[in-house]
């Protein structure tokens, strides 16, 4: 069966230090990945898509960025990052011509 | 642009009891999927039912089905027999055909359930 793995599941980091979010999927091969985000109260905003590795597409300019080095490894990255970057970033995966997306345990991020 | 609109903030049932969640959302597709999802204080998202436009049959899972009123853009949830395991939030969403085609949340609607 297919399992989708993120982590850390809980990040306090400093306004301008750099960020890495990592999740990873088992049991499927080239998936379709995303991020999302879910600022407090509100529904989940797609921040970037794949469809394979090194294609990477945005929904949404910010101070973020994603990479896909492997056909089952999503990366969210910042160089620096700010105070509007806190809240919980869930990584998905939906298999090609499914319509369903399978979401992870998410990744709850405080910038103070 | 698509939009997905639940009015909803916060909801209560009594266990046992039938509860109907309201979901709208506005598209000019003819072809599409909407879901359900929850969202409980663990906070993964766990799917609870889809449905594909294209389908007049109501989609049922367990205590769980949908009323779909394609021509009011009208996307309904009732929980059946509610059990305190339900209390979350409960998010509609919509996804159009397509290669990566994203999820359109609404704002969510939380559910709690008394004894």
């Known amino acids: 069966s297919q399992t989708i793995h993120q982590w850390p599941a809980t990040l306090v980091q400093p306004v301008g230090s750099p960020l890495s979010l990592e999740c990873t999927v088992e049991g499927t091969s080239n998936p379709n990945l995303y991020w999302y985000r879910q600022a407090a109260g509100r529904g989940l905003q797609l921040l970037f898509y794949s469809v394979g590795i090194g294609q990477i597409s945005s929904e949404v300019p910010q101070n973020l960025s994603a990479s896909r080095p492997q056909d089952r490894q999503f990366i969210l990255s910042s160089k620096k990052l700010l105070l509007s970057d806190s809240g919980f970033y869930l990584c998905?995966?939906?298999?090609?011509?499914?319509?369903?997306?399978?979401f992870g345990a998410g990744t709850r991020l405080s910038v103070l | 642009a698509q939009t997905v609109t639940q009015s909803q903030p916060e909801m209560s049932v009594q266990e046992a009891e039938t509860v109907t969640l309201s979901c709208t959302y506005d598209t000019s597709e003819s072809d599409y999927y909407l879901f359900w999802y929850k969202q409980p204080p663990s906070r993964q998202m766990i799917l609870v039912i889809r449905q594909e436009a294209y389908k007049q049959q109501n989609a049922t899972e367990n205590r769980f089905s949908v009323n779909f009123q394609k021509a009011a853009k009208s996307f309904s949830l009732k929980i059946s027999d509610s059990q305190l395991g339900d209390a979350a939030m409960y998010f509609c969403?919509?996804?159009?055909?397509?290669?990566?085609?994203?999820?359109?949340f609404g704002t969510g609607t939380r559910l709690q359930v008394t004894l």
């Open positions: 998905a995966w939906g298999a090609e011509g499914q319509n369903i997306q399978y």
């Open positions: 969403a919509y996804r159009r055909p397509g290669t990566a085609s994203k999820l359109t």
